[in-house]
């Protein structure tokens, strides 16, 4: 089919699908739906008995172990619950190792005789459920042929009800395990990462003089960034919907460049896509709290409040669900990929961090002095040494295929993991290791220099955009996490990695304060110490440029530019023996993981090469050949000439690609990972250099596929 362009006057007059739009009071308290449909505290607290209510509870503030008899009660008003919210079904919702949620329904109606039916759900089917789920990624924990695999529930993050406009479904948050109790999910690590860290830090409290505080936990808030365009567009693009990014596509004359779309005025069709997203994340508890318009023409972002890891993990999964399932309405496709369009800003995630403890302090807070915060000062240098003892394996928590277009990109942290302190801090923690100088930075203000404009407190620092890893005034961003990912193992690591680091100077602290040692004395000395061994990954400068590139590589950070490259890393040893040590993956666990990463990366490549092959055989090339008889009719000899070189480099990268797509035979794991990287993307990249050039080229009306400038700018 012909492109012409009436196909974008189309697009560009949206209307909602379905009876999206529709507005209602806000003043009116009954009207805000935050929680509607999340078997929640408050709803537990009226539907359970009492004693049963307070049992799940203590379960949930103190990390207790589940007392397995409250199932039934919970089981039964769980079903109630949910029935007068029109479910027919239930459903163990768990994330195995494809990064996404996987989901079986069951229905709640058995056959009661006399074709009638009776509404069952049991405290045995609302703990346990074993799916099939033969299928997913073991990484060889499994066989396929032994399909035994069980779900567990995860009262710690609460079950609720997913709509659909023929009927809803009660999602129970569970755990995906094999036979052999071994983790085939992204849940059960993080949980156990939670878990480790949190005793860590109680044992270093109690050092510090906080008895009071019994659980530690860590804290997410992320940012998501991610594309939209008209689903039109979509449809005709193969590779946007085999491999979620456009395999080709010339740069349009109009990028991001007049930074005319960065928190611009939100476009009205996205406004509406937007709030109805909001809405019904809002049903489902979770708490978004900021939208805008991202740098590059089309993208945007969505952010919410941060929760406990857990809780904030699993609603990152809603929101990736949600946010495609809602767009459909407004007619748009919404784009998760790591970076759709080739020289355009592409989508990432920043995974803020903290810890807090029960008794509801941040650790990570440095109060108005943080030179005189002992606690403080002590989990943050926790931090920055776990952060360059595992910075190799913090790099493979966000490595993917999409990721590889980014890191490293000036657009994105590079693939070297550092981090950014800030001025203020920087100074305490150089003051504390020399000894000299003044760690205290007097309270200032910034002036605006007109006094009808009021005096705003200045922070300790200054942000710094291009860090992976940054110190924001309260918590660390991660900044390096690719917006299609799952916060789960990132988290997974960051918890791991501290616990041992809070674990290792408490240790110190503890011989320190054996002899009856001053405590402060005795903190700074540790902190001294841990910040003098470890500032090597401390950088406060410009991340993209080439000096840092090189003076990393005097210092001796590791810098893992592709998936390929940052995978092993998970198989460190320092990473298995931090991994072991708090029981949060077995060597085997990590292995597993490590096999079905590399592999993930080989079949998404194999899956782009094959379809950049096919597009470019089956609709580029015949359109650059239809211009070639156009112009040989119309005896335009030298434009035909140049189109004519050009289809002949383009068959020639063809030819290359379908060498390259043809696998040597016996090549397997990281080795097919490392074959595909050097080899299909390599030759992928010759191919799309030929298409874009002919782009640019051939008759607009003969062109098979919409261009960027299409897809990014008809809103
Ligand atoms: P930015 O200026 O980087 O966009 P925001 O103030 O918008 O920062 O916050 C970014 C994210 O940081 C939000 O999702 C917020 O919930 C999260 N955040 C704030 N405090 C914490 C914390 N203690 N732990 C984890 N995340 C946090
Ligand atoms: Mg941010």
Redesign the pocket.
């Known amino acids: 089919m012909p492109r012409i362009r009436p196909q974008n006057v189309t697009a560009a007059q949206w209307s909602p699908n379905g009876g999206a739009l529709g507005t209602v009071d806000m003043s009116h308290p009954a009207n805000n739906p935050f929680g509607e449909n999340v078997f929640s505290v408050p709803v537990q607290r009226q539907r359970l008995p009492k004693d049963v209510f307070k049992k799940l509870q203590r379960t949930l503030e103190k990390g207790e172990a589940l007392d397995s008899s409250l199932a039934d009660a919970v089981a039964a008003a769980m079903k109630d619950w949910a029935l007068e919210k029109g479910a027919t079904h239930y459903t163990h919702m768990f994330q195995p190792l494809t990064g996404l949620t996987a989901e079986k329904h069951d229905s709640f109606f058995n056959p009661a005789g006399e074709g009638t039916a009776l509404a069952e759900f049991s405290g045995k089917e609302l703990i346990q459920g074993e799916p099939d789920a033969s299928s997913f990624p073991t990484g060889g924990v499994r066989a396929t042929f032994e399909a035994r695999g069980y779900t567990a529930w995860d009262p710690t993050s609460p079950a609720f009800i997913l709509e659909n406009p023929n009927g809803t479904l009660l999602c129970i948050p569970t755990a995906f395990a094999s036979w052999t109790g071994e983790a085939l999910d992204a849940k059960i690590p993080l949980l156990r990462s939670m878990d480790a860290l949190s005793k860590s830090a109680v044992r270093a409290l109690k050092l510090l003089g906080d008895d009071a505080s019994e659980r530690v936990f ?6 998501q960034e991610y594309f939209l365009i008209d689903e039109q567009y979509y449809f005709e693009r193969p590779d946007l919907i085999n491999a979620g990014r456009t395999l080709f596509g010339a740069k349009p004359p109009k990028g991001h460049e007049l930074d005319d779309h960065y928190f611009g005025s939100i476009p009205e069709r996205v406004l509406a896509f937007m709030m109805e997203s909001e809405r019904e994340l809002a049903k489902l508890g979770v ?1 978004i ?2 939208r805008h318009n991202e740098v590059a023409p089309g993208q945007y ?1 969505i ?5 406990n890891s857990n809780v ?1 993990s699993d609603h990152q999964q809603l929101t990736m669900q949600i946010l495609p399932k809602v767009a459909r309405k407004y007619g748009l496709i919404c784009l998760l990929h790591e970076k759709p369009f080739a020289g355009v800003n592409g989508s990432g995630k ?1 995974n ?5 403890t029960d008794t509801g302090v ?1 650790l ?2 440095p109060g108005d002095t943080p030179a005189d915060n002992l606690s403080f000062l002590f989990f943050c240098a926790a931090v920055i040494k776990a952060v360059n003892r595992h910075q190799g394996l913090l790099r493979a928590s966000v490595a993917n295929i999409g990721q590889d277009h980014r890191l490293g990109a000036n657009e994105a942290p590079p693939a070297i993991i550092s981090v950014f302190l800030g001025a203020e801090l920087e100074k305490v923690f150089e003051a504390i290791v020399s000894g000299e100088g003044d760690p205290h930075t007097p309270g200032s203000f910034l002036g605006l220099g007109t006094p009808v404009l009021p005096a705003l407190p200045k922070d300790g620092g200054d ?1 710094n955009r291009t860090s992976p890893f940054a110190f ?4 660390f ?1 991660f900044r390096a996490l690719g917006s299609s990912m799952s916060l789960a193992f990132p988290n997974t690591v960051l918890n791991t990695i501290a616990a041992e680091a809070i674990d290792e100077l408490a240790e110190v602290l503890e011989g320190k304060l054996s002899g009856g040692g001053d405590l402060a004395e005795a903190v700074t000395a540790v902190v001294k110490e841990a910040y003098a061994d470890n500032k090597q990954v401390c950088f406060g400068g410009d991340n993209y440029s080439d000096e840092w590139h090189a003076e990393a590589e005097r210092r001796g950070l590791k810098n893992l530019r592709t998936t390929p490259d940052a995978l092993p890393e998970v198989l460190a040893p320092a990473t298995v023996t931090a991994f072991e040590r708090y029981d949060v993956l077995s060597k085997r666990e990590l292995e597993s993981r490590f096999e079905v990463w590399t592999e993930q990366y080989a079949s998404r490549a194999n899956i782009e090469a094959e379809t950049t092959e096919s597009m470019a055989r089956t609709m580029i090339l015949p359109a650059a050949l239809r211009y070639v008889a156009l112009l040989d009719d119309a005896d335009f000899d030298s434009l035909e000439g140049e189109v004519r070189a050009l289809a002949e480099e383009l068959v020639a990268a063809i030819g290359e690609l379908g060498a390259a797509n043809d696998y040597p035979d016996g090549i397997e794991g990281i080795d097919l990972a490392i074959y595909a990287r050097d080899n299909q993307l390599a030759a992928m990249d010759k191919v799309r250099a030929a298409a874009d050039k002919l782009e640019k080229i051939v008759a607009d009306d003969l062109w098979p596929l919409p261009k960027y400038e299409e897809m990014l700018f008809i809103k």
């Open positions: 860590t804290t997410v808030g992320p940012e708490p709290k900021t972002e952010a919410p409040m941060f929760e904030g920043h803020n961090w903290s810890m807090g941040n990570l807070d942000r924001t005034g309260n918590k961003e």
